[in-house]
């Protein structure tokens, strides 16, 4: 069953295209990787489907809801988060409000008045630990390495108790026992019911951990199907691998 | 020694007022990322609501200065709302931001000298002299002393409310990166307009306060957010500590400066520390 379907989804840039007319069916409780070379769309399509940018033709359901045009901040209502391939925390903030901020009131009066409860902080550290930076949560998020960094923001998206997980690049740049933590996470989410969309282009993760498969070159859809089946076509290995 | 005494307390003085000019100034600096020019008029808002409302239609004094400090954050509020919210959703440039805030600024002191004259005035009916309390034989008015301890509790409370409650972690994460807070669910334009009301509100309390201790013009609003924005830049702007570091920085600097050579200096003094910090530390006292 589709938790996340795009339908003829369409974005252009000064007339081009990164997404040509798009559909595709993202399957529940599954990891699904995005692969293409660069320039295929990829990026643009998790910045679409996360409320980023707008939609300049066709259609997103989310859940059996669809959505032609949706602002980033509701994109959480909808059981939705992101990680991106840069990584961006708030960098003037300690590792600890950088979780804390998530479990923010989301009523601004409330939010004026409310400081965080017992069950927030116990959370939050509960995050830390799970990427071994408990220790590092007076830091500020800016002053450390690009590799916590990148654990952080996977933290803060598990924060966000999400059922749609879209990852971009997770694993890239990571020390082996940092990219061993994401990838427990990210079968940890599989495992609990969550929906992962992984954009990777390390091909042996993207064996090892995938459900499904879908192949992006020049914003359309190249080829889909089981990781084995997807990755010895030839067409996929002549877009994608150019050989 | 006297003299010094006096210099002091007028540089406490002038610090604390443009503490008030800053605060709001940063805060609305550090969730938007733009000049905001429009902060200069809402002091002018504030003293002239109060004005009004005591003079004109005769309201208790206690009550006028309530109406003119909501009313100073409403109207900021509102233009955010009107003006600089729509410009953020069309993804204006800062530097449009600016020059809407300019606009909007000389529009509302233009309607402010429509209705209220270009006269200087004064807020309070009384002709007592202020009460004076001496310090050596430095003295100090009782408002000018509530400048001071007015620009001190405002600090205090903007510093805890930023620190220590979710609405000042989600101001703080807007500030760092907005499009990040956006996706982790916090309504930025909401927490904006907030903050527009919150340092709004507080620009009107510094034009209320410096109405009862020099008088309301409807031009009042550029000199002050001059003062302020100079301070804002020397403590580095859109940090509130920066900001205070710097007003008081600055009120000290000009009311020693003017100890040997003629007050009429003051502005060029002003100006002339704002232009070393640009070449020098750009960045401000506190920015890294």
């Known amino acids: ?41 990829k990026t643009t399509l998790i910045n679409v489907l996360s409320g980023m940018l707008d939609i300049d033709g066709g259609s997103i359901v989310l859940d059996g809801i669809r959505l032609s045009r949706f602002k980033s901040h509701e994109i959480p209502m909808y059981g939705l988060t992101r990680t991106f391939q840069e990584v961006r925390l708030f960098n003037q903030m300690t590792v600890l409000d950088n979780i804390l901020v998530v479990l923010t009131e989301r009523n601004v009066f ?9 069950l927030h902080f116990m959370r939050t550290e509960e995050l830390l630990k799970k990427i071994n930076l408990w220790e590092k949560r007076n830091e500020l998020a800016g002053n450390l390495s690009y590799g916590q960094r990148k654990l952080i923001e996977i933290a803060r998206a598990l924060a966000m108790e999400a059922q749609i997980y879209l990852l971009d690049e997770p694993f890239a740049g990571l020390f082996p026992e940092m990219l061993k933590v994401v990838v427990d996470i990210v079968k940890e989410l599989k495992t609990r019911g969550k929906t992962v969309v992984l954009i990777e282009h390390n091909m042996d993760l993207i064996r090892e951990l995938s459900d499904y498969v879908f192949v992006m070159d020049s914003g359309k859809l190249l080829a889909d199907g089981k990781p084995n089946e997807v990755l010895n076509k030839r067409e996929v290995i002549e877009a994608y691998l150019g050989e | ?25 940063n805060l609305v600096y550090g969730a938007t990322k733009f000049v905001n020019m429009f902060h200069g008029v809402l002091a002018a808002v504030g003293g002239y609501t109060v004005f009004f409302f005591t003079q004109t239609i005769g309201i208790d004094l206690w009550v006028s200065i309530i109406v003119g400090i909501i009313g100073a954050g409403l109207v900021g509020f509102l233009a955010d709302r009107f003006i600089f919210s729509t410009l953020r959703i069309k993804k204006a440039s800062n530097l449009v931001m600016f020059i809407a805030s300019l606009g ?8 402010l000298a429509m209705v209220f ?30 400048i001071i301890i007015t620009a001190l509790f405002s600090s205090f409370g903007l510093v805890l409310l930023l620190r220590f409650t979710m609405f000042g972690k989600a101001v703080k994460a807007i500030s760092d990166d907005e499009e990040v807070a956006k996706i982790i669910g916090i309504d930025t334009n909401k927490i904006i307009g907030y903050v527009f009301f919150i340092g709004s509100a507080i620009a009107g309390i510094a ?21 302020g924005a100079t301070a804002s830049i020397i403590g580095g702007i ?8 710097g007003s008081f920085l600055l009120g000290f600097v000009e009311n020693f400066g003017i100890w040997k050579i003629p007050s009429e200096w003051k502005g060029a003094i002003t100006f002339s520390v704002l232009i070393i910090f640009l070449i020098f530390r750009p960045q401000g006292i506190f920015k890294k």
């Open chain 2, 104 to 111: 909007a600024f000389i529009v509302l002191q233009a309607v």
């Open chain 1, 110 to 118: 409330s939010a004026l008045f409310e400081r965080h409860s017992n």
């Open chain 2, 1 to 25: 020694m006297d003299l010094i005494m006096q210099f002091i307390i007028n540089s406490l003085i002038a610090g604390a007022t443009y503490t008030l000019v800053t605060l709001g100034f």
């Open chain 2, 207 to 227: 034009g209320i306060l410096i109405g009862f201790d020099t008088g309301i013009q409807p031009t009042m609003g550029l000199a002050i957010l001059l003062e």
């Open chain 2, 238 to 245: 859109g940090n509130l500590y920066g900001g205070i570091a």
């Open chain 2, 117 to 146: 004259t270009s006269q200087f005035q004064s807020i309070v009916h009384s002709v007592d002299s202020p009460r004076v309390y001496e310090i050596g034989s430095a003295a100090i008015t009782h408002i000018q002393l509530l």
């Open chain 1, 1 to 41: 069953m589709a938790v996340l379907q795009t339908n003829k989804l369409e974005k252009h840039f000064d007339g081009v295209y990164a997404i040509d007319g798009l559909s595709i069916e993202v399957p529940k409780a599954a990891i699904t990787s995005i692969i293409g070379p660069n320039g295929s769309g």
